[in-house]
């Protein structure tokens, strides 16, 4: 997001007594972000990776936490819906969700069926009989 557009965002979100900052961009990278500092030390850097969707990574001391999805949609979302998406994320579970229902999640695969012995499996059968 470009530098305006987050000092607006972060401007509305302080006056809905969310914490949040302007992130500065890494090297490298000329998107801006959103840091939201949570009440237990983590802090939320939303956008900040130069991708269309809106999505968080969730940090305590410089190390990754958890995170909220990208959430559907959201690469038109405009100030105000990234606002209400900032505002209302719960940073409460290792995967944070989003106020807006994510995608459906993929079921595992079903397991192989075991592998007959190998050369090496059977030569040691015989060594050790």
């Known amino acids: 997001m470009e530098e305006e557009r987050a000092r607006r965002v972060v401007e509305t979100l302080r006056a809905r007594n969310v914490f949040a900052h302007v992130k500065l961009p890494h090297a490298g990278i000329t998107q801006y972000g959103i840091r939201v500092v949570l009440p237990d030390g983590r802090e939320a850097i939303w956008d900040n990776d130069g991708t269309a969707g809106l999505e968080a990574q969730i ?54 069926p075991a592998r007959p ?13």
Do not use: H, N
Not at 61 to 87: K, M, R, T, W, Y
Not at 118 to 129: H, I, K, M, V
């Open 59 to 112: 940090m305590r001391d410089g190390v990754l936490v958890g995170f909220v999805p990208s959430i559907p949609g959201s690469d038109g979302f405009g100030e105000q819906q990234i606002i209400d998406a900032i505002a209302a994320a719960d940073y409460d579970q290792p995967i944070g969700r989003s106020p807006r229902p994510a995608a459906p999640v993929r079921t595992a695969r079903p397991m192989a």
């Open 117 to 129: 012995p190998g050369l090496a499996d059977r030569l040691r059968r015989a060594f050790r009989d």
